[in-house]
């Protein structure tokens, strides 16, 4: 079993920029995706950047909101992935969380989560 940890968050202001960390305790080489998710109270969790690899390529998806601002990569030699922010917003104030797939194996999704970091931005 996987397990990630998120890191980087905090308090910030607005304009600022932070930057994510989501180490992994295992591999993400076979992951068919990785990604950035977000969720404030009230709301459902959404999807921020992600990183799919498949037959077509490797591509990289960004809510709109956050186009332009934030960037997704990762380190496959760290185990670790990354979400760059910058030029923050009051709006991107919401609890982060790391999330790799690593796929459907005989009806098994192996769907892994961190335990989120809350990002807080001030105007």
């Known amino acids: 079993q996987v397990q990630l940890v998120e890191s980087g968050g905090g308090l910030v202001q607005a304009g600022g920029s932070l930057r994510l960390s989501c180490a992994a305790s295992g591999s993400i080489l076979s992951t068919v995706a990785v990604g950035w998710y977000r969720q404030t109270p009230g709301k459902q969790r959404e999807l921020v950047a992600s990183?799919?690899?498949?037959?077509?390529?490797?591509?990289?998806r960004y809510a709109d909101s956050v186009k332009g601002r934030f960037t997704i990569s990762r380190d496959n030699a760290k185990n670790t992935i990354y979400l760059q922010m910058n030029s923050l917003k009051p709006e991107d104030t919401a609890v982060y969380y790391c999330?790799?797939?690593?796929?459907?194996?005989?009806?098994?999704?192996?769907?892994?989560w961190g335990q989120g970091t809350q990002v807080t931005v001030s105007s």
């Open positions: 990183i799919t690899s498949g037959i077509s390529g490797i591509i990289m």
């Open positions: 999330n790799a797939d690593f796929g459907r194996s005989r009806g098994t999704q192996f769907n892994y």
